[in-house]
């Protein structure tokens, strides 16, 4: 009789899993279409923002560049979403926003910074050399 049971529990235990994968494999199988896309929506995005034009605004617009950057919405490419799921499409759509947009702020603050230290070295170096030759010093450049 004993050996009966352990079949039933067995049999139990196989029927448990077996639904479990039936029921669980949809909600599953969605968040691996939300994590596809998101990725999809990164790499898209770090492809797409030009950093070289973002940095050039960040340098010779300065706080102009910062705002621009801040409030311009990059355009998102609607052909490599055709076909995907609602899952997939509001992922890469969630991700693709927001990497784009971190990506062009940072460029233009790493440009700001760069403009204004290279500024304020130019107003240092000028300031330095008006007040050495307004007390008639000439410093002997090399």
């Not at 479990?20 to 949809?26: E, Q």
């Not at 560049?65 to 490599?80: D, E, F, R």
């Not at 509001?90 to 947009?101: H, L, P, V």
């Not at 940072?106 to 130019?122: E, P, V």
Request: charged share 15%.
């Amino acid at each position: 009789m004993k050996r009966v049971d352990t079949k039933h529990k067995y049999f139990a235990l196989i029927a448990i899993v077996m639904s479990f994968m039936v029921f669980a494999m949809p909600i599953l199988a969605q968040v691996d279409e939300f994590t596809a896309g998101r990725m999809a929506g990164e790499q898209a995005a770090r492809a797409a923002v030009n950093g070289s034009m973002w940095l050039a605004i960040g340098c010779l617009g300065n706080a102009l560049g910062l705002i621009v950057s801040y409030v311009y919405q990059p355009n998102l490419p609607a052909t490599q979403l055709l076909g995907k799921s609602p899952e997939y499409v509001a992922a890469y759509t969630d991700a693709y926003k927001i990497s784009a947009k971190k990506s062009q702020v940072s460029k233009a603050w790493i440009g700001c910074i760069f403009s204004t230290i290279t500024y304020a070295a130019l107003i240092a170096v000028y300031w330095l050399d008006l007040f050495d030759n307004s007390h008639g010093y000439v410093i002997d450049h090399w």
